[in-house]
C-alpha cells in the first residue's frame, strides 16, 4: 500500500504511472503489419528491406515514448489544415465519399493516402486557377528541420521527396505544398515544389518489381557493419539467417494477386484476409 504522505511512495507512483503509459502507447498505438507497401517508404535506397517489410518477414517494435513520438505528426495535421483555412485557402481532406484521397497500383498492394489538396485564394494571384497537394511534416530542432528551409527537398527529405512525387504522378497533381513543423518551438517553414512525375513513375515500378519478385532482391550491402545495415531491423533475417515471422505473406507458398488479396499454392486458394497473419503448419518461409 502506497501512503502518498511519503516522498518516497509519491515517486514509486510517478514510476508506476510512467511505465503503465510507456505499455499502454505501445499497444494503443501500434497498428501492425501495413498491408500494403506504402508510397511514403519507396524512398528506402534497400530493396531488400522494401521486400521484407512487405513480406511480413518481422514486425518492428516501438517502445511507448517513440510510438507518441510518431503519433505527433497525425495530431498536427488538424492544426495545418486550420491554419491554411484561416488564411482563405479551399482545403479538402477527403474525398466526395468521405474518405482521404488515395492513390493505388500493383494490383493494389502498392498505394498511399494524401495529406490533402487545395486551392489558394485569388488574393494570392497564381497563374493558374490550379489544385495544389498539401503534405504536412514535424521535425524536432536539428538539422533535420533546419535543412528544409536551405536546401530542396529531394535533399533535406529525400522519403518525403519520393513520397509526394508519387502523389503527383499519379494524381496529375503539379505543386505541392509542404508545410514542416518544428517540435520544440513550433516554427513553421513552407515549401513550394514542383514535383517530377517521371520519378514519380520510376517509383511506381520499383513498388510493381519489389512486390511481384519471388525471391529477395539485392541488399544493399553484403557488409552487415555498414551502418544502414547495422541498425536496419532485418539485418539478422537478412545477413544471418535468423527465421522469419511466421504468417502466410512470410511463405514461398503465397503470392499476391489481384484486389490486394493473395493466393496459396500448397492449397491452391485465395487466403482468407483474417487468415494471412495467422499462417499454417505447412509454412516455408522465404
Request: hydrophobic share 30%.
Amino acid at each position: 500500500m502506497l501512503n502518498l504522505s511519503n516522498p518516497s511512495d509519491r515517486e514509486k507512483l510517478e514510476d508506476l504511472l510512467s511505465e503503465d503509459v510507456n505499455r499502454f502507447c505501445e499497444t494503443y498505438y501500434e497498428q501492425g503489419h501495413r498491408n500494403h507497401l506504402g508510397a511514403s517508404t519507396l524512398g528506402e535506397p534497400c530493396w531488400r528491406k522494401l521486400w521484407y517489410q512487405f513480406r511480413w518477414v518481422k514486425q518492428e517494435r516501438f517502445d511507448g515514448r517513440m510510438m507518441r513520438l510518431f503519433n505527433v505528426g497525425h495530431s498536427a495535421e488538424p492544426r495545418f489544415v486550420a491554419y491554411l483555412k484561416g488564411i482563405g485557402f479551399d482545403v479538402k481532406e477527403f474525398d466526395e465519399d468521405g474518405k482521404q484521397f488515395r492513390i493505388s497500383g500493383a494490383m493494389g498492394h502498392y498505394g498511399g493516402s494524401l495529406d490533402g489538396m487545395c486551392k489558394a485564394p485569388e488574393r494570392y494571384q497564381l497563374s493558374e486557377d490550379i489544385i495544389l497537394s498539401l503534405s504536412f511534416k514535424t521535425n524536432g530542432t536539428g538539422a533535420g528541420y533546419a535543412k528544409v528551409a536551405d536546401e530542396a527537398l529531394s535533399k533535406a527529405k529525400p522519403m518525403h521527396w519520393s513520397q509526394e512525387c508519387q502523389y503527383g504522378y499519379k494524381t496529375g497533381i503539379k505543386y505541392c505544398i509542404y508545410m514542416i513543423e518544428n517540435k520544440n518551438d513550433s516554427d513553421i517553414t513552407f515549401k513550394v515544389i514542383e514535383l517530377d512525375w517521371n520519378y514519380g513513375a520510376q517509383l511506381e515500378k520499383k513498388a510493381s518489381e519489389i512486390i511481384f519478385s519471388k525471391e529477395p532482391p539485392p541488399r544493399i550491402s553484403e557488409n552487415p557493419s555498414l551502418f544502414d545495415c547495422k541498425f536496419c531491423v532485418y539485418s539478422g533475417i537478412c545477413h544471418k539467417g535468423e527465421p522469419v515471422e511466421v504468417n502466410c505473406r512470410s511463405c514461398r507458398n503465397a503470392k499476391p494477386i489481384e484486389d490486394a488479396q493473395w493466393y496459396c499454392h500448397k492449397f491452391e486458394m485465395t487466403i482468407p484476409s483474417d487468415f494471412i497473419a495467422k499462417g499454417c503448419e505447412h509454412h516455408n518461409g522465404i
